[in-house]
């Protein structure tokens, strides 16, 4: 969920309309007339369907783009799409279990890189740049791991190795959850309401009703998959050690907000040092940066990508 979109369901509520999901066919009609078109990949086997959006700029290099928990490729990308759209063939894609992706498979993180790899084997594409934000982040690293036509990547607000039990505690802790699951798939309002208001640094005024609005549409589907995802990252993250996996990967780089109250930035720089990576910190910003920095997001991407 983006600032941008809480301040266009504002809009249409205050006109008559309260439908969050009206918001996001907005969006996606803009996505259009970026030369954006919407599609969907059944996956091989029988496993479930992949929802994305790819860009028309199929002369250029390729970049999949990758959100988080409680998010779409529609509402967390539409503010950087216009930035690097003419630079880019830019795959826009909802991960399983999110907006109109769907699985029947076990719900792990290695089943989204799965479906990103069956999604870059239909494309035909043999070289790709990825970029994710936060749980993205993850699955952008795995993908960094296990998918070798990754040649570079960005990683959002998004901790990886650096993310371990005593920081999961506190985690918790701090939003008084006995779990973080709790605190990524909200089980009602107020838990949607908790987790927006730590996750932007200038968040806007908005009726208190749309929070279910924003309940129903981005966490009450699928909230055993989706609690599953964040629950197995623990273990997920031990294997990855034990593996010493940071040797030869791809180039990669960070982007964190120095006011991020999900993971604070001491877990980006120790994320970066065991990475070797640089890291780009955004002095204002918070954990949803492509609301909160679209422009600063799309400056790196342009940037980080377009060098050798």
């Not at 594409?125 to 952008?140: D, P, R």
């Not at 960005?154 to 505690?169: Q, R, T, V």
């Not at 623990?234 to 990669?252: A, F, I, M």
Request: aromatic share 8%; net charge negative.
């Amino acid at each position: 969920m983006t600032r941008f979109l809480l301040t266009l369901c504002l809009m249409i509520t205050l006109s008559g309309c309260s439908s969050v999901q009206r918001v996001e066919d907005m969006q996606a009609r803009q996505w259009q007339q970026l030369g954006f078109t919407e599609q969907q990949l059944a996956l091989p086997n029988h496993q479930g369907q992949l929802h994305y959006f790819v860009g028309e700029h199929s002369d250029k290099p390729a970049l999949l783009l990758i959100h988080g928990i409680g998010g779409t490729a529609i509402n967390t990308w539409s503010e950087v799409i216009p930035r690097i759209n003419e630079h880019f063939y830019v795959i826009a894609v909802d991960l399983l279990w999110f907006g109109d992706s769907f699985s029947n498979q076990e719900a792990t993180l290695p089943a989204q890189t799965q479906a990103m790899s069956a999604l870059l084997d239909h494309l035909n594409i043999t070289e790709v740049a990825v970029v994710g934000l936060s749980y993205g982040g993850f699955v952008t690293l795995d993908m960094m791991i296990h998918e070798p036509r990754v040649n570079k990547a960005i990683m959002i607000s998004s901790p990886g190795l650096s993310l371990s039990d005593k920081e999961i505690a506190a985690l918790n802790q701090r939003f008084n959850k006995s779990s973080s699951s709790d605190i990524f798939v909200p089980k009602d309002h107020h838990g949607v309401r908790l987790l927006l208001d730590n996750s932007f640094a200038d968040f806007p005024w908005y009726p208190s009703f749309i929070d279910e609005q924003i309940n129903q549409l981005y966490f009450a589907p699928n909230p055993s998959q989706k609690r599953a995802l964040i629950d197995s990252l623990p273990s997920y993250r031990d294997q990855l050690l034990e593996q010493n996996v940071t040797q030869n990967l791809p180039p990669s780089l960070l982007l964190w907000g120095a006011k991020d109250k999900i993971f604070p930035l001491h877990l980006g720089m120790e994320f970066a040092r065991l990475l070797s990576s640089p890291i780009v910190i955004v002095a204002n910003g918070s954990h949803v940066l492509s609301s909160d920095a679209p422009d600063v997001v799309g400056d790196v991407i342009n940037e980080f990508l377009a060098n050798d």
